[in-house]
């Protein structure tokens, strides 16, 4: 595609239902990020794969987060048993992995109610 | 650790008002310097970089240098238009290599006619 794709754009949750978030890079992007981007703040980094490999899930904020990439492609980002404090806007930007390409491109994010 | 300090907004600003939105950081190492902008209902995207002391980004306009020595990248441009109306995010990238961005809160930029 043009550009980079997330879905579904608006989704609300009751609390406690597990959701999943999903993420298309542009194609032959190898990098893909998550970011959290909570009301009035800047993206905060959740997580990077490097093709399918996971190489930093540091910022993930509880074990209830998990991401996956299992063909080095599109992404799924899952909060289970969600919380009020995961409502947020969850960007997906990727990436070509080449010195001097580095330019990350960002999906419109998937904005998260948890009521 | 790792932290971008951006002056807080909104800012308000008539059709080609001179533009100042201030960004200072605290980095380990020689970090890369970023400003992105989130026009509405869009992706973030990248406006400017500078990867090592002393260089200038610019881009639309829009220019900011990397000082080192005042650990600073203010954005800067001489004569706003309205459609520079967006968010603006300051960030950093340790290094230069891929990796994550270090973001500041965003300053939200409104330009009148």
């Known amino acids: 595609g043009a550009g980079v794709s997330q879905s579904p754009r608006y989704k609300v949750a009751k609390r406690g239902q597990d959701v999943a978030l999903r993420c298309d890079p542009i194609s032959g992007h190898v990098s893909l990020f998550w970011y959290q981007q909570a009301l009035g703040q800047g993206p905060e980094f959740l997580t990077y794969f490097q093709n399918e490999a996971q190489l930093d899930k540091s910022g993930l904020p509880s074990d209830r987060f998990f991401a996956e990439r299992p063909e080095g492609s599109v992404s799924t980002l899952k909060i289970q048993r969600t919380q009020q404090e995961d409502s947020a806007v969850y960007l997906c930007a990727s990436s070509l992995d080449r010195v001097g390409e580095e330019k990350l491109f960002f999906g419109s994010g998937t904005q998260l109610s948890v009521l | 650790g790792n932290s971008v300090t951006q002056m807080e907004g909104p800012v308000t600003l008539s059709e080609e008002a001179f533009l100042t939105i201030n960004c200072t950081y605290t980095?380990?190492?020689?970090?890369?310097l970023f400003w992105y902008v989130q026009y509405p209902g869009e992706g973030l995207q990248l406006l400017l970089k500078a990867t090592k002391a002393d260089d200038k980004g610019s881009n639309k306009g829009f220019e900011a240098t990397y000082r080192k020595e005042t650990t600073s990248f203010h954005l800067e441009k001489g004569s706003v238009q309205v459609s520079d109306s967006a968010v603006y995010f300051c960030a950093l990238r340790r290094g230069s290599t891929l990796g994550r961005l270090y973001f500041g809160r965003g300053t939200q930029l409104t330009v009148w006619p």
């Open positions: 980095a380990t190492g020689y970090p890369s």
